[in-house]
Each structure stands twice: as structure tokens, then as C-alpha cells.
């Protein structure tokens, strides 16, 4: 076996050994200043990400922003669906209390006459069937709601990226970022290396 060879099973040792311990990697990350999601754990470069929230740019790894953007994209992308269902059972509520609200009124109704009955009776039963089909709807939305929230909680639990970058997102409090807002065209060696994880394994090159 050749002295690269030897390195390199040297490294892919340590690259497999940091998923249990952290407090080892973080020390070579700080030696070396790697990126944890760059390929073939490349030294750090910094992109700038522009925060028009609050008027400023944060420096994001370049290995660690397209792991961030997808994130983030997709947080997004689930909490509008939630919303969107909410508001659909918001509306689903709106409408059952205004279908009951109808029917007593009918059946208070001083108006009705005995002629009437049968029609009442077949208006009760269509209207108990539209209110068994929304409370159905209902439970199918806050099942996916919960479903959607549960995804949310375990993409922002399980994730990996570098700590100065986890810093810079973390310091917003919020983890919408566009990529269409990178303004890009400016890098630099990164100055920390230290690793943070969060229970997912680097999605590096082997």
C-alpha cells in the first residue's frame, strides 16, 4: 500500500470515527479549517448571502450554503402547506357552523307546515351527510398538518454544517432564505473550522 493510500484510509477512518465523536473532529476541523459539507473536505470559502430582513449579509460557508438553501427551501415550502391547509380548515369550521345554524333556524322556523316535514327531514339528512364529509376533511387536514410539522421539527433537528454558519442563520432566527437573493462574488478562507453536529452525517464526497 502506497503512502497516499495509507493517508487516505487514515482519513476516511476519521471521517467515519467524527459520528461518534465530535469533540475529536472539531479539534481537526479547527487545525485545518475544513468545510463538514464540502467535497473532499476542501479548506472553507465564504459566500455572501444577503438577509434583506435585516439589512445585512451573512457569511456562509460555500460548502455549507447549498445544504442550508435546501433546508430552508424546503421548511418553507412545507410551513405554506400547512398554512394553506389551516386555512382550508378554518373554512371547513366557518362552513359547519354556518350549515347548523341554517337547519335550526329551518327547524325553529314558526313558517314550517306539516307538508313540510318530509322535506325537512330530507334537508337534515343531506346536511348531516355534508357535515360528517367536512369533519372527515378536517381530520384528514390535521393529520397532514401534524404530518408537516413533524417533518419541519426533524429537518431543523437532524442537520450538519459548520458552527461559524449555523451561528450566521441561527442569528437571524428564522431559516427562510431564497436562493435567488446570493449575491455571490465574494469568498475568502474561513477563519473557524469548527464542526457542529446535529445528529446527520456530512453529505460529502467519499
Known sequence: MTF???LSEIWHAVVEFS???LPVVAIISCVFYVCVNAPKKRPRQYVALG???QQRELEICAGC???IVAKSTRI???ERLSEELSEKVDSLLEGNQELKKELEEQVNSNTLLAENFDKL???KRQADQRLHYKDKLLAQHDITIRDLNHEVKELSDRFTACYSCLAAIDSTKAWKFNPEI???GRFGDGS???RKKLGLAPQTEP
Open 4 to 6: 497516499p493510500e495509507i
Open 51 to 53: 438577509d434583506p430582513e
Open 19 to 21: 459520528q461518534q465523536a
Open 182 to 184: 446570493l449575491t455571490g
Open 192 to 194: 473557524s473550522g469548527t
Open 121 to 123: 327531514e330530507i334537508l
Open 76 to 78: 418553507a415550502s412545507l
Open 65 to 67: 450554503l447549498p445544504v
